[in-house]
């Protein structure tokens, strides 16, 4: 979202639930025990911030959409940790390359992060999917996430804008745009989430998380090459299509530009306002998304390397 959508009331709120949600979420990260929860954090986040930034095209509509992730993290790193590197990813977009609205990104954070590792993954993915690995159950369980997650943000998006009431744009009229166009975008994304977890599942099935797969690397004490490998492939794509993005990410305004669009008859309300921290604002150089995906690797990296710190100290403190 653009902050051309939001009015401070409704960007002050979803600010207070987005900072609570990221402090319950690093609390839940602190406790988790897996040796490759913090690399596997790190270039997850890396491959999302390449994926988001390559749009496809929808076939005949003139719009584009781009991956969230947030059922391909929740799937390989469990829901809190996902949030936490999706967070990561919205935010170092938002502050540095100046893709979507500063006052926004609580919105963001919570259409985009929140109803994909914390609603979607929970409540469609994991009871379709079940707790032992099948490629069936496994793809259709990601399409059906995927399209739950992207429906739910953009019925969010409409419904964030009509609280805000500074535009103009009625949110029947709305909202008929913007299910359908994010329908598609899910059922793309649905597909291809499912092709990686299929991929990861029958490499690795015990990557796919589920707490008795947590507790049992707890017990083991140190990372197998099969989760090395993964995490190496991860790594790989993430600096193909960071390096590829300029070439390949389709042109058309995405799902929400589209439908602001067709309504209006322009894909921006206002003008951007670029944050002062942006660096690189619009992606506007070859190597934004290497640099970007850097940074998302930094960030989560000393984020979560203080969290576990932390918890470490806590744990040795109590036993003294």
Same mark, same amino acid.
């Given at each position: 979202?653009?902050?051309?959508?939001?009015?401070?009331?409704?960007?002050?709120?979803?600010?207070?639930?987005?900072?609570?949600?990221? #402090?319950?979420?690093? %609390? %839940?990260?602190?406790?988790?025990?897996?040796?490759?929860?913090?690399?596997?954090?790190?270039?997850?986040?890396?491959? #999302?911030?390449?994926?988001?930034?390559?749009?496809?095209?929808?076939?005949?509509?003139?719009?584009?959409?781009?991956?969230?992730?947030? #059922?391909?993290?929740?799937?390989?790193?469990?829901?809190?940790?996902?949030?936490?590197?999706?967070?990561?990813?919205?935010?170092?977009?938002?502050?540095?390359?100046?893709?979507?609205?500063?006052?926004?990104?609580?919105?963001?954070?919570?259409?985009?992060?929140?109803?994909?590792?914390?609603?979607?993954?929970?409540? #469609?993915?994991?009871?379709?999917?079940? %707790?032992?690995?099948?490629?069936?159950?496994?793809?259709?369980?990601?399409?059906?996430?995927?399209?739950?997650?992207?429906?739910?943000?953009?019925?969010?998006?409409?419904?964030?804008?009509?609280?805000?009431?500074?535009?103009?744009?009625?949110?029947?009229?709305?909202?008929?745009?913007?299910?359908?166009?994010?329908?598609?975008?899910?059922?793309?994304?649905?597909?291809?989430?499912?092709?990686?977890?299929?991929?990861?599942?029958?490499?690795?099935?015990?990557?796919?998380?589920?707490?008795?797969?947590?507790?049992?690397?707890?017990?083991?004490?140190?990372?197998?090459?099969?989760?090395?490998?993964?995490?190496?492939?991860?790594?790989?794509?993430?600096?193909?299509?960071?390096? &590829?993005?300029?070439?390949?990410?389709?042109?058309?305004?995405?799902?929400?530009?589209?439908?602001?669009?067709?309504?209006?008859?322009?894909?921006?309300?206002?003008?951007?306002?670029?944050?002062?921290?942006?660096?690189?604002?619009?992606?506007?150089?070859?190597?934004?998304?290497?640099?970007?995906?850097?940074?998302?690797?930094?960030?989560?990296?000393?984020?979560? &390397?203080?969290?576990?710190?932390?918890?470490? &100290?806590?744990?040795?403190?109590? %036993?003294?």
């Amino acid at each position: 979202m653009a902050d051309a959508l939001v009015s401070a009331p409704v960007a002050a709120s979803a600010g207070v639930v987005a900072a609570a949600l990221i #402090v319950v979420a690093s %609390k %839940k990260v602190a406790r988790i025990k897996r040796d490759d929860i913090l690399p596997l954090m790190g270039v997850m986040g890396a491959f #999302v911030f390449a994926a988001q930034m390559i749009n496809f095209s929808i076939p005949g509509t003139g719009s584009s959409g781009h991956m969230i992730g947030g #059922v391909l993290l929740a799937a390989l790193l469990g829901p809190w940790a996902a949030f936490i590197t999706i967070a990561s990813v919205l935010i170092i977009q938002c502050l540095i390359f100046a893709d979507g609205g500063l006052m926004a990104l609580g919105c963001n954070l919570i259409n985009m992060g929140a109803m994909s590792c914390l609603v979607a993954w929970p409540l #469609v993915y994991r009871p379709i999917a079940g %707790k032992t690995f099948r490629k069936g159950r496994v793809f259709l369980a990601s399409v059906a996430a995927c399209v739950v997650d992207l429906e739910l943000g953009a019925l969010l998006v409409t419904g964030e804008t009509e609280l805000s009431g500074i535009t103009s744009l009625p949110p029947s009229e709305f909202l008929l745009f913007m299910l359908p166009i994010h329908l598609a975008i899910g059922l793309c994304e649905g597909v291809a989430t499912g092709a990686v977890l299929c991929f990861v599942g029958s490499y690795k099935p015990d990557m796919l998380y589920e707490a008795d797969h947590v507790a049992a690397s707890s017990k083991s004490g140190k990372m197998t090459g099969r989760t090395k490998t993964v995490i190496g492939v991860f790594a790989a794509l993430a600096l193909v299509m960071a390096v &590829s993005f300029t070439w390949i990410a389709s042109s058309d305004p995405d799902g929400l530009e589209w439908s602001i669009s067709r309504l209006t008859g322009s894909t921006e309300l206002a003008p951007a306002v670029t944050p002062a921290t942006a660096i690189m604002p619009d992606y506007d150089s070859t190597f934004a998304g290497v640099l970007g995906g850097l940074i998302v690797v930094a960030l989560l990296w000393g984020f979560c &390397s203080i969290l576990f710190r932390k918890a470490q &100290s806590r744990k040795n403190a109590e %036993k003294l």
